[in-house]
Structures are given as structure tokens and as C-alpha cells.
């Protein structure tokens, strides 16, 4: 996500926005730190954990990223962690930014 932002970050049709659904708030704090993410960070709280498959179609797997459009809809999704990911993610971006 760090060479994703780097990249694009001066794009206007993009924004990252990464959301945790760690359990407890000042660890993920704590690693958002540490990790320098420079992008807008979300916090799903317990009350809305139950939500986070109807918001996110979220199946289970960590990481899960999804690019959607402005309103909400769904254009790709990854699932899981893969080192040619960042290569994949690029190429989409590049082919959804051209629209």
C-alpha cells in the first residue's frame, strides 16, 4: 500500500483508506505508527464489527483491498497476500484512473 500511495497520491481520483478490525484500538494505533501509513485510517469498532461483511464484503481473508468508485462500488477486490499483489494493484489502477 506504502508504493500504491507513493505512486498515485497525487492523483485526485485517488484515496486510500485503509480499516482495521483489530480488537483492540491502542495496538492498532500502536501499528499504524510504526508502520508510517500515511493514509486515511478507520477503526471498525466491536459494535460495527457485525456490519463489516455487509459494508465490505468482507469474507474473512487479511489483507482484503477493494477499489470502488466514488459511490461505493465495488470495481476490484484481492483477497489475501501475495507478493506480485502490488504489481496486480498497479496495473488495475492504472486501467480504472484511464476511465
Known amino acids: 500500500m506504502k508504493e500504491l500511495f507513493r505512486k498515485f497520491k497525487t492523483n485526485k481520483h485517488f484515496r486510500i483508506v485503509s480499516v482495521s478490525l483489530d480488537r483492540n484500538k491502542t495496538d492498532w494505533i500502536k501499528a499504524v505508527n510504526q508502520e508510517n501509513m500515511e493514509w486515511e485510517q478507520l477503526w471498525i469498532t466491536e459494535a460495527l464489527s457485525p456490519y463489516q461483511n455487509e459494508i465490505f464484503h468482507f469474507d474473512g481473508l487479511i489483507p482484503t483491498t477493494i477499489f470502488t468508485d466514488y459511490t461505493g462500488n ?12 502490488p504489481e496486480i494493484y498497479t496495473d488495475s489502477l492504472n486501467a480504472l484512473l484511464a476511465q
Open 74 to 85: 465495488i470495481l476490484s477486490k484481492f483477497t489475501g497476500y501475495d507478493p506480485t499483489k
